[in-house]
């Protein structure tokens, strides 16, 4: 297979043994793994630039972020965590980090597993202000586009993310918003610098 340059892999039942996909594919570099798949298939993770594992469980799949040094782009579709957080996962090349949280959870915690000094663009579900700061602040990036999701309101959380960033040139709010009537009403709201 030295020409395959994506590779997507959903499996439907828990495999007894690890899958070693390929050995020669010096060309791949994107990667779509389930939460069946992506504890149990063995490929040349230091080669990916990008990585979508949906669904996972964070716990589970640090080991393989772990070994994914060149990773550009990566996009978790995030179940609640077995209990315990993982440690810190340094990925120094990382430009985007896209979170999601199923089944509507909020969690603490998964920002804080990552550690990412090239990471110019954000995507993560609601999240308290102080806690992306921090985010920042460790990781030691130079946040270019921030985008939240979830449950906002708009003006109020416009004006409070771009206080607490000001150097942040766009800035996303994606998501919904249920007012006291009760009907949850799609918010879609862009803050740019300059515009």
Known sequence: MPAL???DIQIFESPQVDIFVCRDAPFLHTVLL?????????????QLTALTLNPVHLDECVPTLR???????????LWENHGVLPSEVHLPRLESLILHYLDG?????PLETFIVPALRSLHV?????????S??????????HLAITGKINAIQDVREYRHAFPSILKLSLCGWHQPESGYEVDISEIDELGS
């Not at 389930?34 to 230091?46: E, G, K, Q, S, T």
Request: hydrophobic share 40%; proline share 8%.
């Open 5 to 7: 340059r994506r590779l």
């Open 34 to 46: 389930d939460y069946l798949a992506a504890p149990r298939v063995i490929l040349p993770w230091a």
């Open 67 to 77: 070994q994914t040094s060149n990773l550009l782009h990566c996009e978790l579709g």
């Open 105 to 109: 959870l909020v969690m603490s915690g």
């Open 125 to 133: 579900p609601e999240s308290p202000v102080d806690r992306i700061s």
């Open 135 to 144: 985010f920042i602040s460790k990781s030691g990036c130079k946040l270019q």
